[in-house]
């Protein structure tokens, strides 16, 4: 029960923050998340093939059943980043938190593991005006002031199993309720006293499940090496979901002059993905993976209209080393690791290719002294690159910090 309340109390604080402020994620859901571990993270993004029973991997729901009997899982994660936008000689900065996960996993029936948790879907968060000199129909000369702001996300809770069918061979399913609400808002106000000022505010509801399969598969090279192969598959279809559309033009002394509403039902849908990996394993000390992520976004609807997403995919390398698992020091069981990831945008920008985006990270899975616990630190460098030149640059530093508390909760005390 304070699982559960610990759980829902922090999705509610990762619901209520802006993790963002780019002026991109004006467009679809926002800035997408991707469902990715410390651990993960700093390794480039790679899960598909990570089996590791002292972490949680919620990106591959076969991975559940690495864990052991005697072992409860309780895994946090928050991020602090920087963020530098460029235009042109034009430069800014923003700084933002977040709490990009809380989850749990362990042991629920023999070949049988079990997690549940809180991830971000997407987020949206931005403010910017711009000012220009426009002239009215009587030829009376004015500046226009144009502002466009945006907040919300969507948010998922999410309870999955894992399951061993056979000994080398896992399979997994992700059950989660998808919410979250999207405002976005545009308006323009002229400095002449006598001209009408106009709102224009677009929301997204959504309010509906998502569902995800994972399987993975372990072969064993010789006594020390073995390769994990892993694939996901997320159910694409339409979001239980409503889309809102106003337009508000208002008189001089603030009166609403016209007024029109529109609401959307089932507006949008989720797309399918699919997803693949391989990781390498060597003498439980080295692990390299490579994974790819295709998200047919392409087919999809937004409010009720096709054409304004194309497909995403995503590559990423990375790769992880532990000097000596079977020694006591604290430096030997330290965990290196170090990662890159390339990937493709979703929406478009005014009908146009959205921004490609680069990623490159490195970070440290420091143990807690006499236990399993695991305190996951990396740095993340990302560039956001759009396709024509001219456009807002964006380049992230984050540091992202994960706490991995691995107890054996469940196992049994004799007293001589």
């Not at 456009?391 to 508390?405: A, S």
Request: proline residues 2%; contains cysteine.
């Amino acid at each position: 029960m304070i699982c559960v309340c610990l759980l829902l109390g922090i999705a509610n604080m990762g619901h209520a923050q802006t993790s963002t402020n780019s002026p991109y994620t004006r467009y679809g859901f926002g800035q997408l998340s991707d469902q990715n571990f410390g651990n993960s993270v700093a390794m480039g993004g790679i899960s598909y093939g990570l089996r590791n029973g002292l972490q949680v991997n919620a990106s591959n729901p076969a991975s559940y059943s690495a864990v052991d009997s005697l072992t409860f899982i309780f895994d946090f994660g928050m991020s602090l980043q920087n963020a530098n936008f460029k235009e042109g000689k034009v430069k800014t900065n923003a700084k933002n938190s977040s709490v990009d996960y809380i989850a749990m996993q362990y042991r629920l029936y023999n070949r049988m593991g079990m997690s549940f948790g809180f991830l971000p879907f997407s987020s949206v968060g931005y403010s910017m005006s711009h000012t220009s000199n426009v002239t009215s129909d009587d030829n009376t000369s004015t500046t226009a002031t144009q502002s466009y702001s945006g907040e919300g996300g969507l948010q998922q809770v999410y309870v999955g199993l894992g399951f061993k069918a056979l000994d080398n061979l896992s399979i997994g399913v992700n059950l989660s309720y998808l919410y979250g609400t999207i405002t976005h808002t545009a308006g323009t106000i002229f400095s002449n006293s006598n001209a009408f000022t106009s709102s224009r505010t677009h929301k997204i509801s959504v309010s509906d499940y998502k569902l995800d399969f994972g399987v993975q598969y372990t072969q064993k090279i010789n006594e020390k090496s073995q390769i994990n192969v892993g694939a996901v598959y997320s159910l694409g279809h339409e979001l239980n979901s409503k889309g809102y559309k106003y337009i508000q033009k208002y008189t001089s002394s603030g009166t609403i002059a016209t007024q029109t509403a529109d609401t959307i039902p089932d507006a949008f849908a989720l797309p399918h993905t699919f997803g693949a990996g391989i990781t390498y394993v060597y003498d439980n000390r080295l692990t390299i993976g490579l994974d790819y992520t295709l998200q047919k976004w392409q087919d999809t609807k937004f409010f009720n209209e096709k054409g304004a997403f194309e497909n995403r995919s995503k590559i990423a390398l990375g790769a992880e080393f532990l000097p000596d698992p079977l020694s006591n020091s604290f430096f030997k069981n330290i965990r290196y690791r170090a990662g890159l990831y390339y990937s493709t945008p979703y929406a478009k920008i005014n009908g146009m290719e959205g921004n490609k985006e680069f990623g490159a990270s490195f970070g440290f899975g420091l143990p807690i002294v006499r236990n399993k616990s695991i305190l996951n630190i990396s740095g993340q460098y990302v560039k956001v690159s759009p396709k024509m030149k001219g456009m807002l640059e964006e380049t992230y530093l984050r540091i992202n910090i994960g706490l991995t508390f691995n107890e054996r909760w469940f196992m049994k005390w004799k007293v001589d």
